[in-house]
C-alpha cells in the first residue's frame, strides 16, 4: 500500500497503516518510529495518534523493544557493558529502561564474555597480543576496552590471558 515513499500521509489511518507495516518488518522503539514517521507525515497531532494507538494495541511496547535489543546484543558474546550501553543508546531505547538492561548483564556473564573474547584473539595466534610481554598486554587492554570493557573486566581478562597463556607459546621465538 506504501510503495511511493515519497507521498505523504495526511490522515490518522494511513499514519498507523505505514506503522504498522514498519512494526511488521521488525520492533522499533517509539522514538525511533516517530521520526520515521515524521519523514512521511507533517502533522504531530497524527503521529502522536497512531503512536497512542499502537500502544493501546500493545504493537508498541518500549520495555519488549529494550529486551530485544539486549537479547540481540547477547548473541554478540565478545562484547562488554559499555558496549551494551553505547547500543542501547544508538537504537534509541527509552532512558528508563537503559538501568534496568544493564542491570540484567550479571558481572559473572561480562567476566565469561572478556574470556571469550580472549579466546577469539588467541585463536588468531598474532604476537601482538603476546600477553608475556609489556606491548602485547597494552594491546590486549585496548582490544578488550574496544569491545566495551571496562577497567574491572579488562583486568580479569589479562589474568586470564596470563593464566592460560602455555609455556609452548612462549618458547615459540620464530
Known amino acids: 500500500m506504501f510503495r511511493n515513499a515519497s507521498r505523504s500521509l495526511t490522515t490518522c489511518d494511513e499514519v498507523y497503516e505505514y506503522a504498522l507495516s514498519l512494526l511488521d518488518r521488525r520492533e522499533h522503539g517509539e522514538k525511533e518510529l ?27 511496547d518500549e520495555e519488549r523493544y529494550a529486551k530485544r535489543v539486549f537479547e540481540s546484543w547477547r548473541a554478540r558474546k565478545v562484547y562488554g557493558r559499555l558496549h551494551l550501553q553505547a547500543e542501547l543508546l544508538k ?34 595466534r598474532d604476537k601482538k597480543y603476546d600477553c608475556t610481554t609489556e606491548k602485547g598486554v597494552a594491546a590486549l587492554a585496548r582490544y578488550f576496552a574496544a569491545r566495551g570493557f571496562g577497567p574491572s573486566m579488562i583486568r580479569i581478562g589479562l589474568a586470564f590471558a596470563k593464566e592460560t597463556a602455555t609455556p609452548s607459546s612462549q618458547d615459540d621465538t620464530v
Open 34 to 60: 516517530v521520526q520515521k514517521l515524521q519523514r512521511r507525515c507533517p502533522s504531530a497531532g497524527l503521529i502522536r495518534e497512531a503512536v497512542a494507538k499502537l500502544k493501546e494495541y500493545d504493537l508498541l
Open 91 to 124: 537504537k534509541q531505547v527509552g532512558e528508563a529502561y537503559i538501568p534496568v538492561i544493564l542491570a540484567m548483564l550479571s558481572e559473572e556473564e561480562e567476566a565469561q564474555r572478556v574470556q571469550a573474547a580472549y579466546r577469539q584473539i588467541a585463536g588468531r
